[in-house]
């Protein structure tokens, strides 16, 4: 099955400054990456996604990148705030099945 | 936007007893819906793919005997938390997909806080 590995653990920036995070996946057969933004206790949100005949996406201060041939990707922020401070999770999905392979979770921590 | 809804959000229940989460697709019909399980600290792991009008889809290690699972509807997956026991105890959430292609997003309940004493 679909194995996704998530660095780093944990992540702390000062604001305004940016914070990268990143992602490997096993499973070529992959072709679409979300990226979650967990608050405590609250659901996963989407925050952004990209699929596989895609190279980049940005949206705002946020972007994610894919590079297919050595199976990553990485979500970009910038500009930290300190209401960025979350969890957050990439996942591949595998296709055909529809269901998502989460990575372990990034500890994101905006200092003011 | 797409709104999946989960209830309860939290329960507590005595070890042995069964617990029954909901979880409804408010604006879009879904024939697959996901469970996962999180405990603190930690990834989503997927338990089982719920399917309308079919058998679930278990992940490994995943009891579906104690993790009854029934997707009657386009708009509601039920899952069944039977003879539960403290180990039992985890953050529950259901997901869906908006669309049936691959490539849809996953949108996600508020979860379900279990707490078996």
């Known amino acids: 099955g679909e194995n996704v590995e998530q660095h780093p653990s944990t992540l702390s920036v000062q604001e305004g400054d940016s914070a990268v995070i990143k992602c490997t996946y096993s499973?070529?057969?992959?072709?679409?990456f979300p990226w979650y933004k967990q608050e405590l206790g609250k659901r996963p949100q989407l925050i952004i996604d990209?699929?596989?005949?895609?190279g980049e996406k940005k949206d705002q201060r946020i972007a994610v990148t894919l590079n297919k041939t050595a199976k990553h990707f990485s979500l970009h922020i910038t500009e930290t705030q300190p209401e960025d401070s979350a969890v957050y999770f990439c996942a591949a999905r595998i296709t055909n099945a529809g269901k998502s392979t989460f990575g372990d979770g990034t500890t994101l921590t905006v200092k003011p | 936007g797409a709104v999946v809804s989960q209830h309860p959000s939290w329960v507590i229940c005595k070890s042995g007893t069964s617990v029954k989460i909901e979880c409804r697709s408010l604006?879009?019909?879904?024939?697959?819906m996901f469970w996962y399980r999180q405990f603190p600290k930690q990834s989503l792991m997927l338990m089982a793919t719920s399917n309308e009008g079919s058998k679930a889809t278990y992940e490994q290690g995943v009891e579906k005997d104690k993790f009854l699972i029934n997707h009657a509807s386009l708009t509601l997956s039920t899952l069944t938390v039977t003879s539960a026991h403290p180990e039992d105890s985890s953050f529950y959430i259901c997901?869906?997909?908006?669309?049936?292609?691959?490539?849809?997003?996953?949108?996600f309940g508020n979860g379900t806080r279990l707490t078996v004493t």
């Open positions: 604006d879009f019909q879904a024939t697959t």
């Open positions: 990209i699929r596989s005949n895609v």
């Open positions: 997901s869906a997909a908006l669309g049936r292609g691959d490539n849809s997003p996953l949108h």
């Open positions: 499973d070529s057969a992959s072709n679409y």
